[in-house]
């Protein structure tokens, strides 16, 4: 028994040791740009709250096409107040204690067209969420793409940095042997100070996108990104462009004014009401039923319901001119985003065919020249700052035109990245 219970200790311990080493594993694995969206479409309250105001509008549908709740009435009429009969409820041939039942009976259509309404604004709320997923979506991947590219300068920088401190330290060398001169190592030492004093920054924006992201998906602010995905296609179909997410929304809320439109026109026809009344009077007496029907009086339609009606179907015209002019809009960015991440791609490919070789070289020339002491090390240095410019800028254009392509490729919220419908 005792071998038993020493045999169940060890493998507990076993256990918890491979524990121990596969969760570090499992919280550094890198994070894709995909699954950084799908971590933020499961992970965002406004899409859940956008749901529940959906789920809400249709329970109201339901209810709005309801009867009204009937009406009960208890009522002591005709009671006296003086005299030898007075506060009697039975001696008084008028006086009576009635119970009656009102019900109000608007008709079927009207029933349905408040019904509808609700219903539009069910589907309203949905397209809203759409947009709101496929806005979402769109700054989640900026925010990768950001923290990427922050990642990218501080290495850039880094290797700079290497660099430059092999520079110092051959400098220095040569001055403790006589072949080189004091103004060379300073000028090493201040280009290592300048790069590391732009690492510093780089490496506090860094910290701050880092942030946004984490914030986006509830994960750690440090995990690894896994490798982008190619940004030189993209699965937009420009002919779908009219029916994006905030477009259909548009739609949608226009639909919305229509429902409303139909209830006004609705409200033209009154609702007529239907009454029972049992009276009962004194023994002597007989008891008594009544039975009665209410209509409103539209005495003033034209300047009342139909009024209301006018400024429903305006409302809906607003709309539709709001929705065809943002249309059209939204097509023309569309299309000159599409413009300019192709522009894009050709300028990174001008500048890594032509730019970046003759940068390459010209920090080799000129080190080459400074090595066989044809040219002081200020050309040096300007090469690599210009070489690091050139790094940075090419950096800073790869993360415009993946931007640009972000854009493009969440247009319309992917309804398979595990969003809850």
């Known amino acids: ?121 069910a589907d309203a709320a949905l397209s809203e969420r759409a947009q709101r997923a496929a806005t979402l979506q769109a700054e989640v991947a900026q925010a990768w793409l950001e923290r990427r590219l922050q990642e990218r300068r501080m290495q850039v920088l880094q290797d700079q940095i290497n660099e430059a401190r092999v520079l110092v330290q051959t400098t220095e060398a040569g001055l403790r042997g006589g072949r080189g001169s004091a103004a060379d190592a300073l000028g090493a030492r201040e280009a290592l100070a300048q790069l590391e004093q732009g690492l510093i920054g780089v490496q506090a924006e860094r910290a701050n996108a880092g942030l946004t992201l984490a914030r986006f998906t509830g994960g750690p602010r440090d995990q690894p990104l896994a490798d982008p995905p190619p940004f030189d296609r ?36 009154p609702d007529w009401s239907a009454e029972i009344m049992f009276s009962q009077r004194g023994s002597q007496f007989s008891n008594m039923v009544s039975i009665g029907v209410s209509v409103p009086l539209q005495w003033d339609k034209p300047q009342r319901q139909q009024r209301e009606l006018a400024a429903r179907l305006a409302r809906v015209n607003e709309l539709e001119a709001e929705r065809e002019e ?52 200020g050309a040096v240095l300007q090469a690599r700052r210009d070489a690091l410019s ?23 919220p992917d309804t398979t990245a595990g969003v809850k419908p």
């Not at 208890?74 to 009697?88: I, K, M, Y």
């Not at 002919?239 to 905030?246: G, I, K, N, S």
């Open 390 to 412: 050139l790094a940075l800028e090419r950096l800073a254009l790869e993360r415009d035109t993946a931007g640009l392509w972000a854009q493009l490729e969440y247009l319309f």
């Open 1 to 121: 028994m005792e071998h038993l219970s020493l045999f169940f200790a060890r493998a507990v311990l076993a256990f918890a040791g491979l524990l121990a080493l596969v969760t570090p594993v499992a919280a550094e694995e890198p994070l894709s740009l995909s699954a950084a969206v799908r971590s933020a479409l499961a992970h965002s309250r406004s899409l859940d709250a956008s749901s529940a105001a959906a789920q809400g509008a249709r329970e109201m549908a339901v209810a709005a096409a309801q009867r009204p709740d009937p009406v009960l009435r208890l009522s002591l009429d005709n009671l006296p107040v003086d005299g030898p009969d007075r506060f009697s409820v039975t001696r008084d041939f008028m006086t009576m204690r009635s119970i009656g039942l009102m019900q109000t009976l608007p008709n079927a259509d009207k029933r349905r067209a408040r019904g509808a309404r609700y219903e539009r604004e």
């Open 234 to 269: 993209t699965a937009l179909d420009i002919t779908a462009v009219e029916r994006l997410p905030d477009l259909a929304a548009l739609q949608a809320r226009e639909a919305v004014a229509r429902a409303e439109a139909e209830v006004a026109r609705q409200d033209l026809k």
């Open 326 to 377: 943002q249309t059209r809009e939204r097509v023309l960015q569309v299309q000159r985003w599409q413009q300019d991440w192709r522009a894009g791609l050709q300028r990174l490919a001008h500048l890594d065919a032509q730019r970046q070789p003759l940068a390459a070289q010209r920090v080799e020339v000129a080190l080459a020249a400074y090595r066989g002491g044809r040219e002081g090390l």
